[in-house]
């Protein structure tokens, strides 16, 4: 059987320590029991100790020069931008038509990016990279004059809107060779003139 003393020293300790995990946890609720109240809110206390803690962390993260995901993308700068586009003509036929100069949109501003340790595991560093590109575009046919009135038709890649999007490292590459690549056969493989 359990001694009147040694139960009470446990009725103590539970008392303490669910003050203790209620203040760190939910900082503006009171004490449980008024024998831990006296406890408590001495600056001695642990849980008085934690609470300042608590407090300390959460106006440090309200400094925090990274601050929350919302305060990011309300820096965000992402926009549609008038771009002028020189287009020369093929090697093959460079001699028999000129430089062109065309209007076309693009994508410019800045998105958020940042890196900071994962909560979850903190021996990681977690990443976050947002790039500004087109979420839509069309393709319009550009025209580069060529002699005795001939010009040749140019597909050219034309945003339409623009957002802050996650980017990685192998796809812009890939696209600009796809877009070079588009051009370059269209220009090669169609016969002058046209049109």
């Known amino acids: 059987m359990i001694g009147p003393d040694k139960l009470l020293v446990v009725s103590?300790?539970?008392?303490?320590?669910?003050?203790?995990?209620?203040?760190r946890y939910k900082p503006g609720w009171a004490s449980l029991s008024s024998s831990s109240k006296a406890s408590s809110s001495s600056p001695s206390s642990p849980s008085a100790s934690l609470l300042r803690l608590r407090q300390g962390l959460d106006t440090l993260k309200s400094r925090s020069?990274?601050?929350?995901?919302?305060?990011?993308?309300?820096?965000?700068?992402?926009?549609?931008?008038?771009?002028?586009?020189?287009?020369?003509?093929?090697?093959?036929?460079?001699?028999?038509?000129?430089?062109?100069?065309?209007?076309?949109?693009?994508?410019?501003?800045?998105?958020?990016?940042?890196s900071q340790v994962d909560p979850r595991n903190t021996t990681n560093i977690f990443h976050s990279c947002s790039c500004c590109q087109p979420v839509r575009f069309t393709v319009s046919i550009a025209v580069i004059p060529?002699?005795?009135?001939?010009?040749?038709?140019?597909?050219?890649?034309?945003?339409?809107?623009?957002?802050?999007?996650?980017?990685?490292?192998d796809e812009t590459p890939k696209d600009m060779a796809n877009l070079r690549d588009f051009l370059t056969k269209a220009a090669v493989d169609t016969p002058l003139p046209i049109g």
Request: contains cysteine; glycine residues 6%.
């Open 12 to 23: 103590l300790l539970v008392t303490v320590t669910s003050a203790m995990l209620y203040s």
């Open 65 to 114: 020069r990274l601050g929350t995901r919302s305060d990011l993308s309300s820096r965000e700068t992402c926009s549609l931008q008038a771009v002028i586009l020189r287009l020369d003509p093929p090697l093959r036929i460079d001699d028999d038509c000129s430089t062109a100069y065309v209007q076309t949109f693009g994508c410019r501003g800045g998105c958020s990016s940042y």
């Open 146 to 169: 060529c002699r005795n009135g001939q010009h040749m038709r140019v597909p050219v890649k034309d945003a339409l809107r623009c957002s802050c999007r996650p980017c990685y490292a």
